[in-house]
């Protein structure tokens, strides 16, 4: 496989911004779990209480924090491979 400098440098510039990219995913996904409301007590939570309460139909605010909460750890996932292929 031949590679050509300049696509080295462009792979060196990104491993370079990798490590803060994922700092500031995290820092978002922690955030947006933080941030996510349940409806169960502290006893559903270790599988007791309302069984019903984990399934609810989200709408406004709540459904888009939820869909950016998978976008945000998907992208933190493939960044991780990134960074993991290229050191």
Aim: glycine share 12%; aromatic share 10%; net charge positive.
């Amino acid at each position: 496989m031949v590679c050509s400098y300049g696509t080295m440098r462009g792979m060196a510039a990104i491993a370079g911004v990798l490590p803060y990219v994922q700092i500031v995913l995290s820092v978002l996904l922690v955030a947006a779990v933080l941030l996510q409301q349940t409806g169960a007590s502290m006893g559903g939570a270790f599988g007791g209480d309302n069984f019903s309460a984990g399934y609810h139909t989200r709408r406004g605010a709540e459904k888009i924090l939820f869909y950016s909460t998978i976008i945000l750890s998907v992208s933190l996932a493939v960044l991780a491979s990134l960074a993991f292929v290229l050191h």
